[in-house]
Nanobody, 123 residues
Framework: QVQLVESGGGLVQAGGSLRLSCAAS????????MAWFRQAPGKERDFVAA????????YYADSVKGRFTISRDNVQNMVYLQMNSLKPDDTAVYYCAARASYTSTSSGDYDYWGQGTQVTVSS
């Protein structure tokens, strides 16, 4: 069982930066693939970024590639999403997710979810 708690969301102007954090409980955190998804009002939950259990492999949605960076700290049981050059289209609730298997870009493959943190980018 893994519990996830996101933090770090907020209001930022276009071009600004935010760093999201996801704190995970559970002794087997280091064996989980982790990911960030986001959901804007009236839209489906979309893949943003994923990282494998070692942290050596990362994957990004085309819309955030080059602007966002996912990372993890298996000692502190943390996952991060550094978001730079933010755009109004990045406005959404961001969710942290965990999967006891390989990374995936499909939300349906993830077993555990946080409650989400709101990111709002003003133009």
């Amino acid at each position: 069982q893994v519990q996830l708690v996101e933090s770090g969301g907020g209001l930022v102007q276009a071009g600004g930066s935010l760093r999201l954090s996801c704190a995970a409980s559970g002794r087997t955190f280091s064996s989980y693939a982790m990911a960030w998804f986001r959901q804007a009002p009236g839209k489906e939950r979309d893949f943003v970024a994923a990282i494998n259990w070692t942290g050596r492999r990362t994957y990004y949605a085309d819309s955030v590639k080059g602007r966002f960076t996912i990372s993890r700290d298996n000692v502190q049981n943390m996952v991060y999403l550094q978001m730079n050059s933010l755009k109004p289209d990045d406005t959404a609730v961001y969710y942290c997710a965990a999967r006891a298997s390989y990374t995936s870009t499909s939300s349906g493959d993830y077993d555990y979810w946080g409650q989400g943190t709101q990111v709002t980018v003003s133009s």
